[in-house]
T-cell receptor, first 111, second 116 residues
């Protein structure tokens, strides 16, 4: 069935370092890959997304890369700040359908 | 506030009771999604609508769960004969029409259900 695996489950970095979170998906028809940030007790909020016709996308300190052949995509956060601390979820979907989420990564940025 | 809204924000109920949640999507969005999230997990898909049509329902979803979107605007999710395992955050999301450039699903604040 449809599945998204996300690693690591927890990640601790020093302020200013980079953080990388990786996801793999099972459904080769997936063509949309968003990343959501969720702070404690709050709704998930989109931070960046990528469609399958693009290999990489960058928005200031955040970038996402996609390898369709390997069915693998990654989130890269550079120059991390304490306010980046949260739980991050990757997801995959086909067209405008449901999102299949990964299990989440709890990122802690230590000042 | 022009975002997705959900009501109530919190619901405590006794096992065996029925509960109903409401979601109001962003006004021009024709797709509406329901997810369930338990502590420490990613949101899990329940069902979704395009306008008033229910297009997909999770195979994991018990027959005790039903959802409607009668006029293609707001949606309701009902859980009958609640069980303790139904305790979770129920999230609603909406998305723009097919063909728009915006693929994003916008989430509401969620309804936290506690079954005692």
């Amino acid at each position: 069935g449809e599945n998204v695996e996300q690693h690591p489950s927890t990640l601790s970095v020093q302020e200013g370092d980079s953080a990388v979170i990786k996801c793999t998906y099972s459904d080769s028809a997936s063509n949309y890959f968003p990343w959501y940030k969720q702070e404690l007790g709050k709704r998930p909020q989109l931070i960046i997304d990528i469609r399958s016709n693009v290999g990489e996308k960058k928005d200031q300190r955040i970038a996402v890369t996609l390898n369709k052949t390997a069915k693998h995509f990654s989130l890269h956060i550079t120059e991390t700040q304490p306010e980046d601390s949260a739980v991050y979820f990757c997801a995959a979907s086909k067209d405008w359908g449901k999102l299949i989420f990964g299990q989440g990564t709890e990122l802690s940025v230590k000042p | 506030d022009t975002g997705v809204s959900q009501d109530p924000r919190h619901k405590i109920t006794k096992r065996g009771q029925n509960v109903t949640f409401r979601c109001d999507p962003i006004s021009e969005h024709n797709r509406l999604y329901w997810y369930r999230q338990t502590l420490g997990q990613g949101p899990e898909f329940l069902t979704y609508f395009q306008n008033e049509a229910q297009l997909e329902k999770s195979r994991l979803l018990s027959d005790r769960f039903s959802a409607e979107r009668p006029k293609g605007s707001f949606s309701t999710l009902e859980i009958q004969r609640t069980e303790q395992g139904d305790s979770a955050m129920y999230l609603c999301a909406s998305r723009g029409a097919i063909g728009t450039a915006d693929y994003e699903q916008y989430f509401g604040p969620g309804t936290r259900l506690t079954v005692t």
